[in-house]
């Protein structure tokens, strides 16, 4: 989980794709795991993510 949490956070990665790199064949299980790991869901990840970018630009 902590490889997805760094892939989600600096890649542009879909959920599918880092589900599949982490070892996961469906999304939903893998949503289900990371959010129970981290006490976060994957979107608020990827909304902390974007929003650094684009203060960055």
């Not at 949490?5 to 794709?17: A, E």
């Not at 299980?29 to 650094?52: C, D």
Request: proline share 0%.
């Amino acid at each position: 989980m902590r490889k997805a949490k760094k892939l989600l956070s600096t890649t542009n990665n879909t959920i599918t794709v880092v589900a599949k790199s982490v070892g996961f064949n469906d999304s939903l299980a893998f949503s289900k795991v990371f959010k129970q790991y981290t006490q976060s869901y994957h979107h608020r990840i990827e909304n902390r993510r974007l929003k650094l970018i684009y203060q960055i630009k």
